[in-house]
């Protein structure tokens, strides 16, 4: 039998994490923002960013009439560049239908939002009776309950015990306060290694403590290893020091981020005779660094070779120029590694 909620309501009274995105309690624009950012990302990096964004952006009208550009601009960093798109098109969704839906189901029909984030935003912007499952809640429940089956395979069974918390007078009361209840105890309490169990206010009924299986749960199943791609990258620069940036095509991977001019990633090695076309401007002397900047992604390992040359004065090129500071902002974090690599290589300054 799952503890009872009034004891983590309790508790997160008095250690609750103070975030901005709970200012505005019932906003859902702020809080569905919030809970896209968090995904893959620490609540750390969030912060600063989603008050940024929300300076430029300030509601689900602003965002929505806004370019793709500027909105691919303020997400760069963040990584995983398919939420900033779905974020747009659903933003456009939204201003479309006149505001968000204020049910589970209804947000679920919005881009993007997928089960997580429909329960989340249901719970917190609009007091649905509803538990989120997130890593924290998986691992909440799979200790509370001891349960040894792992993770994907298990999502079902955590999913069914984490609502029935709902069933429960002081979660239906506070269905918001609730789900972020469960939240600050994953993040602060019962984390992933070295859990706090002493100071746990469900430590009484938690039966992963009991059988002092809790440190090892929730079990994951071994992971495939993932393939490694590569490809190769060019460094324009001119004489005032900017750096010659393109656009990806607007769908697949990093799709309409910028990025420096490169080969597709692909598993095969490159060679030389089949990299020339790929340069943004042929017949320039270009020079290939030492070293590859490399990233992961879900599903691959990324390695990136790079090339450097320098532009001819007055040489027109498709693409935009920008400087340093502004490549660096305006660039997905797998693009700026490449420029990491340039510093290191003293193509770029430091």
């Known amino acids: 039998m799952l503890p009872a909620a009034s004891l983590l309501l309790d508790w997160y009274d008095r250690h609750r994490r103070a975030l901005p995105w709970r200012e505005a309690t019932h906003d859902p624009y702020r809080i569905w923002l919030s809970e896209v950012m968090l995904q893959q990302t620490t609540v750390a990096a969030v912060e600063p960013r989603w008050r940024r964004f929300l300076a430029r952006f300030p509601d689900i009208a602003a965002l929505a009439k806004a370019p793709w550009a500027d909105v691919a601009e303020e997400w760069a960093g963040l990584g995983y560049y398919a939420r900033a798109r779905n974020l747009h098109a659903c933003a456009q ?18 881009p993007g939002i997928g089960a997580y984030t429909a329960a989340a935003v249901a719970a917190i912007a609009f007091g649905r009776q509803v538990v989120p499952l997130d890593g924290n809640v998986e691992r909440v429940t799979a200790r509370l309950a001891a349960i040894e089956e792992p993770l994907p395979g298990a999502r079902p069974i955590l999913a069914a015990l984490a609502q029935q918390w709902m069933e429960q007078p002081a979660a239906r009361a506070r269905p918001g306060d609730f789900v972020q209840a469960l939240f600050d105890l994953g993040a602060t309490v019962c984390t992933p290694r070295n859990p706090a169990c002493a100071i746990c206010p469900w430590r009484q009924g938690c039966e992963g403590s009991r059988t002092g299986l809790a440190p090892t749960l929730p079990r994951k199943a071994a992971k495939k290893a993932r393939p490694l791609k590569r490809g190769v990258h060019f460094l324009l620069l001119d004489g005032e020091g900017r750096i010659l940036l393109r656009r990806r095509p607007p769908k697949g991977l990093l799709g309409g981020m910028l990025e420096l001019p490169g080969t597709p990633w692909r598993e095969t090695p490159w060679t030389e005779p089949e990299i020339p076309p790929f340069a943004p401007l042929p017949g320039l002397d270009w020079r290939a660094l030492e070293g590859e900047a490399k990233h992961g992604f879900t599903h691959f390992e990324l390695h990136m070779a790079l090339r450097v040359a320098s532009a001819p004065p007055g040489m027109a090129a498709e693409g935009e120029w920008l400087g340093l500071d502004a490549a660096r902002a305006a660039l997905p974090g797998t693009m700026q590694k490449l420029l990491d690599l340039a510093v290191a290589e003293k193509a770029l300054p430091a």
């Open 93 to 110: 969704a939204v201003a479309a239908r006149g505001g968000f839906p204020d049910t589970e189901a209804g947000l679920r029909e919005l």
